[in-house]
Nanobody
Framework: DVQLQASGGGLVQPGESLRLACAAS????????IGWFRQAPGKEREGIFC????????YYADSVKGRFTISSDDAKKMVYLQMDNLKPEDTARYYC????????????????WGQGTLVTISS
């Protein structure tokens, strides 16, 4: 039974930082990958970070590249999304999701989802 639980969201001001966490269970990191997605009200869900190849190639969306960084603790099955220099346009519900092996950073290719955590950036 795959479980994904995102946490760490909240309200911050522009320029501040926030770290989200994703606790995973029910699958092995050896043959699955975690991706991060976000969805703002009225907009389509978009990929923020994914591992897209078996060689570990990482994809960051252009909108977050250089500001968001992924780290993980594989033994604890935890993945972290460090978000720096947050902007109002980053406001969204953030989701961690999982898929077997790796592939393109598309929500429809990730079958396992948690409930997400809301991030609001406002002055």
């Amino acid at each position: 039974d795959v479980q994904l639980q995102a946490s760490g969201g909240g309200l911050v001001q522009p320029g501040e930082s926030l770290r989200l966490a994703c606790a995973a269970s029910g699958f092995s990191f050896d043959d699955h990958a975690i991706g991060w997605f976000r969805q703002a009200p009225g907009k389509e869900r978009e990929g923020i970070f994914c591992i897209t190849s078996g060689e570990g190639r990482a994809y960051y969306a252009d909108s977050v590249k250089g500001r968001f960084t992924i780290s993980s603790d594989d033994a604890k099955k935890m993945v972290y999304l460090q978000m720096d220099n947050l902007k109002p346009e980053d406001t969204a519900r953030y989701y961690c999701a999982a898929r077997f092996y790796r592939g393109p950073c598309r929500p429809d290719l990730y079958p396992y989802w948690g409930q997400g955590t809301l991030v609001t950036i406002s002055s």
